[in-house]
């Protein structure tokens, strides 16, 4: 399935420890290129959480945003290590005998001291667990918001991929008779000049102008890759790669049928047809 590489997603889950909320955007990339921004506890968990993602998403910039609230009964939990305390309260008398101007110990500044308050510990486990989970949840609504508008895409392509397939069966049609109305208009020429005219020469310099123009071979590849982009769009795979190849490959026949134009019909399909190809370009940027 056609997917897009632009897409948005939140989930937020509702935990007895508190609150998480994971949040993905992902634009267009030529690579995966993953970014990760989460607390520092569940900075260890981060190796696990690029294997989910990259076993869903192929090709983008993914910005993954984890949040965690603690619920407010665990954060106003707060325990004193009194035996730290004592400690540190001896030690200040001791400081304190030995000044000339000894000063109270401030029990704000004794709290602020490394080990005294301490934050009842939360159990971890079970909220890095349903991190994952809300991690895969997130990444079900992303990758089902990119098929959307990858399905959008594909329609749009499909609908330009018809368009210049009418403007190659047209050249095919006209082909004979521009080439007719070419070599009357060389015949026309030669009469008004009024010169006398090997006519072998001129069978073989008119036979070498229509090989010139002969495009049959360059419309036979337009068809050859139009029929490989419906084929491409209906993989159940990232395609983008191989789309972005064929627009290569349809830009280039559309410049030899430009090249090799004598007819202002002839040019105009040439230009049509780049119009078209560079407006499939820009959406095929954006795809898987």
């Known amino acids: 399935m056609t997917k897009s ?17 994971w949040e993905i955007r992902s634009v267009n990339q030529r690579f995966l290129e993953v970014y990760f921004k989460m607390p520092e506890d569940f900075r260890a968990s981060e190796t696990k959480f690029r294997e989910i993602l990259q076993k869903r998403l192929k090709r983008g910039k993914v910005e993954c945003f984890l949040r965690f609230n603690v619920a407010a009964q665990h954060a106003e939990s707060l325990t004193v290590n009194l035996q730290r305390a004592k400690q540190l309260v001896k030690a200040c008398h001791e400081i304190n005998n030995l000044l000339h101007q000894p000063s109270e110990v401030d029990p704000i500044e004794l709290l602020q001291w490394p080990g005294v308050a301490q934050e009842a510990a939360l159990d971890m486990k079970q909220v890095i667990s349903a991190s994952e989970t809300g991690l895969i949840e997130a990444l079900d609504e992303l990758v089902a918001n990119r098929e959307r508008e990858g399905a959008r895409m594909k329609e749009l392509i499909l609908n330009r991929c018809e368009a210049i397939q009418q403007i190659v069966d047209d050249t095919r049609e006209k082909m004979p008779e521009i080439q007719a109305r070419y070599q009357q208009k060389i015949h026309q020429r030669l009469e008004q000049i009024n010169v006398e005219v090997n006519q072998d020469r001129l069978e073989q310099e008119l036979v070498y102008l229509a090989q010139k123009m002969d495009v049959d071979e360059e419309l036979d590849r337009l068809d050859s890759h139009l029929k490989e982009m419906a084929e491409v769009l209906a993989r159940d795979e990232a395609v983008g790669r191989r789309l972005d190849f064929l ?6 026949e559309a410049n030899t049928l430009g090249s090799k134009s004598a007819d202002i019909s002839s040019t105009n399909a040439s230009v049509e047809l780049k119009v078209l190809i560079e407006q499939m370009r820009e959406q095929i940027q954006n795809i898987e």
């Open 5 to 21: 590489m632009t897409a948005f997603a939140r989930i937020q889950q509702s935990l007895d420890e508190g609150e998480l909320v």
């Open 247 to 252: 627009m290569q490959e349809l830009n280039r």
